[in-house]
């Protein structure tokens, strides 16, 4: 059975971090693109970040680009995703997920490839 559990959200004040943390199991990790997609209240998912196999080539939405770094431990299963300067828009729950490799890089994968989510609010 593939799992996905996310953890590691919060509640941040704006210019805040957080460190969100995926443990994955039931696939082969190591074998496996990532990617971070997040959903705010009301709205649709948004893809966030992607990172392949082997950790060497990562991907930012605009949106995040400079703020947020994707990361991968493939000894311990487990993605990362470290956010600083955090903003009240990047507020939503963030979903791991299992991306095929020839997923468009920008699109978020299906819903049943995510984990369950963590939620991040950027609040003062």
Do not use: H
Request: proline share 6%; aromatic share 12%; hydrophobic share 30%.
């Amino acid at each position: 059975e593939v799992r996905l559990v996310e953890s590691g959200g919060g509640l941040v004040q704006p210019g805040g971090s957080l460190r969100l943390s995926c443990a994955a199991s039931g696939f082969t990790f190591g074998s496996s693109d990532m990617s971070w997609v997040r959903q705010a209240p009301g709205k649709g998912p948004e893809w966030v970040s992607r990172i392949n196999s082997g950790g060497r080539s990562t991907y930012y939405a605009d949106s995040v680009k400079g703020r947020f770094t994707i990361s991968r431990d493939n000894a311990k299963n487990t993605l990362y995703l470290q956010m600083n300067s955090l903003k009240p828009e990047d507020t939503g729950v963030y979903y791991c997920a299992r991306v095929l490799v020839w997923w468009p890089i920008t699109t978020p994968p299906p819903r049943a490839y995510w984990g369950q989510g963590t939620q991040v609010s950027v609040s003062s």
